[in-house]
């Protein structure tokens, strides 16, 4: 008999989550009704966003209830179907949870793909999915780059981040990218062609904040921030003139009780600059327009992808915690 | 002999301002070059934005220097001039220094400026100066409101706080302040028309938080912010969707030596919010615009001006430290 196994959220974490926050259980196949269909999910995203959906707290989406599913998008092939446009053997993409198999429902969010049309059908949760969608729209619509900017990217070597800097090469601006290792420093310029790599371990904030001035004697024209904390206020401290910061997400920040904050806010009136939330959901209408220039990007051969696949549900805690760790090399994804 | 009183800046303030911190001296007056002008300064603007500039930081002005008098907005008559266009007997308004004298260069920042047009000469420190252009500015450029939209302020007794309320209130908001002490609550809503007033004495940023919610039921779309800390947190923990902060000040961070920050900042994300520094400086080609209009609603009454003027340049620390207890109602001015 087929089962169908669960990776639950078990309890609220208290700051870091630890194993006993979820249990893996095993169910028996779920029934489908009228409109749904079944799905075989193969691949599963692992984001630092998942990291908040698992608190009780108010955000941009309800938060993941107790004894569900932990939440994520997934890329899987309909298994069995009771659901116009959605038949055995068609691979889709959409927001379920870790778990073999997820039940879809024509009109949600579950929408086919077709895995012909990139080198790996993983690439649907990094370039072509929500994080290089991020990238896309948070660096080009919400910072605003202009050709010959200097751009900081936090988090640099991250799913994200990689990208960001990448594309902001691409549209002609020099990048510093922050990371934590000498490894992934020597990935940023090697490989994502960043023009300056800041290790950030070990380094207070005037040690940061010396090393980004250092990097950008004019300033920063546009901050991609993907961490939060020190490394944001030593970004803050190196505004230039109108500057546009990106807040994307606050890594340093999701495991801790009491959030750091930034503290260096008056830069934001001493040069007119301004900080703004962005959130990929925005521009789901425009994906197509995004993953056509990624397309053409890669293509082209100017923009590397990086995916980190760690096998089985069994390992879904180690794998999610590798995203706070940055034991990961790219986009960090579960094979189911 | 006539005489020139002075009050320098003897030492830099370590937090809060102490009176040892300044000196008041008395000096000949000084000899005008070709091209200059002396000024009889009779009102000094006292700004909290003055506490910044006696620091040793890299600011969007620099540092005043030990051993000058502390600069400050003024208003005075020409005494005696070797300047075209400035002829003895004509009102001027400047950057200047709290002092009896001082000298003006064609050129300069120092204008004519005409007594008959307001009720009150001192209203170009308040209304029709950089306060009141801080306001106007501020709130219809940087924070965008609609009309309907609910406008936070906070430091709403303040003189910058106090108009934009007014401003928002007939630009058809909902407008909400939040002052120190119930006296000025009064105030608030009985002069300055807030529809809310929320006292911010003895509350911590959750009472603070739920105050804000409960007066702002579908969330805050701008805030209009002069104070940091905790008020800023918990204004942001009210956003609406796409809301607009406009950073004027964070008074309440300038005499402390480490700044307590934003540390809601995820809430920018949740809300696809932004926060923008502003700076007046930044209007200056626009004034007679900002003016004509305040001109309009002070002639039709919609605008009420609040000035609290405390007499003698040896009362210019007490004068200045009001700022900071709140004791002042009303834009703060020191007649030299």
New interface residues.
């Given amino acids: 008999m087929t089962v169908n196994r669960r990776f639950l959220l078990w309890r609220r974490p208290q700051g870091e989550p630890v194993p006993e926050d979820f249990e893996l259980v095993t169910e028996p196949l779920p029934e489908l009704a009228e409109g749904q269909f079944l799905i075989r999910n193969h691949y599963a995203s692992l984001d630092p966003a998942m990291r ?1 959906w698992m608190d009780d707290a ?3 989406m309800p938060p993941i209830p107790l004894g569900a599913p932990v939440r994520a998008s997934t890329i899987g092939v309909v298994e069995a179907s009771r659901a116009e446009g959605f038949a055995p053997g068609q691979w889709v993409m959409g927001l379920n949870g870790i778990e073999d198999y997820s039940v879809g429902t024509v009109g949600g969010f579950t929408q086919p793909i077709d895995p012909g049309l990139v080198p790996s059908v993983t690439n649907y949760l990094s370039l072509f999915g929500a994080v290089g969608m991020t990238a896309y729209f948070g660096l080009f619509e919400v910072c605003e780059p202009k050709p010959g900017d200097t751009v900081l990217v936090s988090g640099a070597a991250g799913a994200v981040g990689s990208i960001v800097g990448q594309l902001a090469k691409i549209h002609g601006c020099k990048t510093i990218g922050i990371a934590g290792g000498a490894e992934k420093c020597k990935r940023l310029t090697e490989r994502y062609g960043f023009d300056v790599a800041i290790d950030y371990r070990g380094k207070d904030e005037a040690a940061l904040t010396a090393e980004i001035a250092a990097a950008a004697p004019n300033g920063v024209d546009v901050i991609f921030e993907n961490v ?1 904390g020190i490394i944001l ?1 030593a970004g803050l401290a190196n505004l230039a003139m109108n500057a546009r910061v990106g ?4 890594i340093s ?1 999701y495991n801790s009780e ?22 990929v959901a ?1 521009y789901v209408a425009r994906f197509g327009e995004g993953a056509a220039k990624m397309g053409e990007w890669a293509a082209q051969g100017r923009i590397n992808i990086d995916e980190h696949v760690d096998e089985g549900i069994e390992n879904a805690y180690s794998a999610f915690m590798r995203l706070f760790s940055g034991s990961n090399q790219g986009k960090m994804i579960l094979k189911i």
């Fill in positions: 908040g108010d955000s941009y939060g206020d807040l994307c997400g606050l920040e009491e959030p750091v904050g930034a503290r260096n806010l008056w830069r934001l009136i001493v040069k007119r600059a301004s900080i703004r939330g962005l959130l925005d």
